[in-house]
Nanobody, 124 residues
């Protein structure tokens, strides 16, 4: 069983930065996929970024490429999503999630464990 606990959301002005954290407990295997998704009011959940839990190649949605960065702290079993140059259209509830090895990273239905979500609001 895996549990994911998110933190770090909040209100930030356009152009600002936030870092989301996703602390995992339970059995995390290196080949599992760690993903970030977001859902704005009235919209479907969309892919933001993903990587293998153990690291390596990271895939980003075009809308966040160059502004968002995934990283991890192995000692804390925690993944991070650093979000820079935030825009009002980045406003959403952000979720971290875990998928089995070999999953299609951008498909939300591939993920079987989800965090509780963190609200990110970008507004002046």
């Amino acid at each position: 069983q895996v549990q994911l606990v998110e933190s770090g959301g909040g209100l930030v002005q356009p152009g600002g930065s936030l870092r989301l954290s996703c602390a995992a407990s339970g059995s995390i295997f290196g080949l599992r996929v760690m993903g970030w998704f977001r859902q704005a009011p009235g919209k479907e959940r969309e892919f933001v970024a993903a990587s293998r839990w153990s690291g390596g190649i990271t895939d980003y949605a075009d809308s966040v490429k160059g502004r968002f960065t995934m990283s991890k702290d192995n000692a804390k079993n925690t993944q991070y999503l650093q979000m820079n140059s935030l825009k009002p259209e980045d406003t959403a509830v952000y979720y971290c999630a875990i998928a089995p090895p070999g999953s299609t990273w951008s498909r939300s239905n591939a993920y079987d464990y989800w965090g509780q979500g963190a609200q990110v609001t970008v507004s002046s």
